[in-house]
């Protein structure tokens, strides 16, 4: 009679995560080139036309001319100039924009949409950005060592009515999902969406860009409030949120329970 055998081996988890990395990068590569290719090939052609339209209506302007000129709106754009207007413009680097931006650098959100042009600015942005993300990073560990132990008494306090542990568990980690969800993915894009004139869907997209610390820029705060300093120091506080939101789940989470053997 036949003899089943059972083999032992070991999972590789180094192995098992970088099938998985590579995997989900292929396959978030091919659905963005799904969703995205045609859009920008339709607005490429509608940018086209447009310069032609533009050079039709203005004949004393070439095409090489026009060229130059949307090569300087480019470059005005990319060292932070608003090409739209004209030099009464609000200053890029005001103080709310330059507290807003120091807030980007330290907890590496990163936006884009302003950067320091200057020599001397990079050279600082570069040592600020070595002692404030450390300092920043530990700022966040010592919000979540707090915010863990006031959830661990409310936690014990409530084993003391609720005699079931494992119940107790799962009501305080879906209590804090729901007011998680509700202070960090709900309130804030309605809010966003008042200020900076966006759609809801525009604002939970810039709110989790934002928490995730992504930081695209193509979506970026202050553009209609950027004098208003408490709502400049209400972004910087948001977008140093999210780090440390996790920390509650060292309550419930227990590595052990993880570990695989396979037989």
Known sequence: MARFQYVRFKVSWTAILTLAHFTYLLVGATIFQILEREAESNNRNHFQLEKLHFLANYTCLDGPALEKFVQVILDAWEKGVNPSGNSTNPSNWDFSSSFFFAGTVVTTIGYGNLSPSTVSGQVFCVFYALCGIPLNLAFLKQLGKCLTIHLGRLERGMVSVVPHKQTVEALAVSLFFITGSLLFLVIPPLLFSYVEGWSF??????????????????????TQARSTSLYTAALQAYGSSLPWLGSPLSLTWEPEQWSMQLA
């Open 201 to 222: 869907g525009e604002g939970f997209y810039f709110t989790f860009i934002t928490l995730s610390t992504i930081g695209f820029g193509d979506y970026v705060g202050l």
